[in-house]
């Protein structure tokens, strides 16, 4: 076989290597990794305890992320592998682990508060296709939860002007404010984007404060957890801990002209964060808006209170480590109130890496091909003395154990000694003189005498050599040999053929294959 096919199959196999794991073995490989949280490591979450799956900001695509028109190719195509990753995310990596809840919190479209119905309206259909709840056959019914998102409809200061998409967003998501009970735990949902406000009292902010107020006097004999969007207040350059990917982000809020409300904030007011940690004395606080992990603890007159921002679950929304959240949560335990609630930060698939791995993958398998030598690495001097370098080497090192050689034994006699006891004694060799077949010596004494040097003998003829050497740099058709040139550019076309070839057999190969894993997972099964 020659060494260029050895080659192609080789690269074949390592493409069916990469794309096995970038497009189906990376998302197990995060579903191994990770687990439901324990009080150790040895015991597994108590049977009490509802087990909660967190997702954040999945922001899916639309005609306002990239400024493309929406029968954009560019766009579509970037849509298609974001829904893809996050889909594949959903089905291979969180509802294997079978969850109690599934909740959201918020910013589901990335232009959901501007986007027409018509757009809005096929954005929440690939919403319901990522993640669609059919897939888990063991138990179909598992419920879930949405926050409501500032990209899903504004901040308060557009309320006030475009008042529909809120009516929008409940049609199929539900309310804003809202609480349940799952297991021996209360979740309160607040609608974070209206609790923040300028002089004027707008309606919507009335009525999440009422509801806010309302639950401060109910149960208190259950753990609450505080469901937000927007993160609470902490104070600039707070630490995030260590799953952080970026800086930290500081407090900015912009508000509308004439005190109208909030166009845009990072975090939650601090007279807003303290009023509601004091009315709710939540167990746990969970949060999204920032697209990145953040943890925080903050102090309240009845104790510290851990807040988990989570970051994206999508790979285009500025964090290359995308990650969701197993919760385990159960009733009040008066002897260690640490066991009420635990969480686990899990990682997915770095999607840009495995796009840059095929990348620098495909780059190599041309550059391979480009300059492989012919006959293979054998015919690289430096490649010869590498492997003569290295048998010499180990010869030195393991010698072989070496024969005896005939000629050299010599011939044994036997001896008797007085006692009658038999010896093998070697015999002398008697070696010939050495003589010199060119010279003689006679003379008395030492005196050498030498014959009569050989006659010079008469060189052939200089032309006839130069003759017989032109003959054999001449070509046999009497032509004129070729010119360097012409014979490199032949060389570097027959080297592109044979990485056009080489590439169409490795596409033939792994281009189907790959293909078959995208709509896999993109087909409803």
Request: glycine share 6%; with cysteine; net charge neutral.
């Amino acid at each position: 076989m020659q060494s260029a096919t050895r080659l192609t199959l080789l690269l074949c196999a390592a493409w069916v290597a990469a794309l096995l794991y970038g497009e189906m073995g990376a998302y197990w490989a995060a579903h191994l990794s990770c687990s439901w949280p324990s009080a150790s490591s040895s015991s597994p979450s108590p049977s009490n305890h509802v087990k909660v799956a967190v997702i954040a900001d999945p922001q899916l695509m639309d005609s306002t992320s990239l400024g493309l028109p929406r029968s954009s190719v560019a766009l579509q195509a970037a849509e298609f592998f974001t829904d893809l990753n996050m889909r594949r995310s959903f089905q291979s990596v969180i509802l294997p682990f079978k969850p109690d809840v599934v909740l959201f919190l918020g910013d589901y479209f990335d232009g959901g508060a501007h986007i027409l119905d018509e757009e809005w309206q096929d954005s929440l259909f690939r919403f319901k296709h990522i993640f669609s709840m059919s897939e888990q056959r063991t138990s179909p019914h598992v419920p879930i939860y949405y926050l409501s998102g500032n990209h899903d409809i504004g901040y308060s200061a557009f309320h006030s002007v475009h008042p529909e998409v809120i009516s929008r967003y409940e049609k199929e998501f539900g309310p804003r404010n809202f609480h349940f009970l799952s297991g021996k735990v209360d979740f309160v949902v607040v609608d974070a984007q209206t609790l923040d406000g300028g002089a004027k009292q707008s309606k919507e902010r009335s009525s999440s404060w009422e509801f806010i107020k309302t639950l401060s006097s109910g149960n208190e004999s259950n753990p609450k957890i505080l469901l937000t969007h927007i993160p609470l207040y902490r104070p600039d350059n707070t630490p995030c801990g260590p799953h952080r990917s970026s800086p930290a982000i500081n407090q900015r809020i912009y508000s509308a002209a004439m005190d109208q409300g909030i166009k845009y904030q990072n975090y939650l007011s601090k007279q807003t964060s303290d009023l509601l940690l004091g009315l709710l004395k939540p167990t746990l606080v969970l949060s999204g808006h920032d697209h990145d992990q953040c943890t925080v603890v903050h102090s309240t007159p009845f104790g510290p209170v851990t807040e988990h921002t989570l970051g994206t679950i999508s790979w285009q929304q500025g964090n290359l480590y995308p990650s969701f959240m197993l919760l385990s949560a159960g009733p009040r335990n008066s002897t260690d109130s640490s066991q009420e609630v635990l969480t686990n930060l899990c990682f997915l698939p770095k999607q840009t890496h495995i796009y840059i791995w095929y990348i620098f993958q495909f780059v190599v398998t041309v550059l391979l091909l480009m300059f492989w030598p012919t006959n293979g690495l054998s015919s690289l001097p430096y490649v010869n003395t590498f492997v003569s370098f290295m048998s010499s080497a180990g010869a030195d090192l393991f010698p072989r154990s070496k024969e005896k050689d005939d000629a050299e034994d010599g011939e044994y006699e036997m001896v008797w000694d007085a006692e009658g006891s038999m010896h093998l004694v070697k015999k002398a060799v008697a070696r010939p003189p050495i003589t010199n077949s060119d010279s003689k010596t006679t003379g008395r004494g030492n005196v050498v005498a030498r014959p009569t040097a050989r006659k010079h003998q008469p060189e052939p003829d200089s032309s006839s050599v130069h003759v017989e050497m032109g003959s054999e740099t001449a070509p046999e058709d009497g032509g004129k040999a070729p010119r360097p040139s012409k014979w490199k550019i032949r060389t570097v076309l027959q080297r592109l053929f044979r990485v056009v070839q080489s590439v169409a057999i490795i596409a033939v190969l792994n281009v189907p294959l790959y293909m078959m894993l995208l709509f896999k997972d993109w087909v409803d099964r």
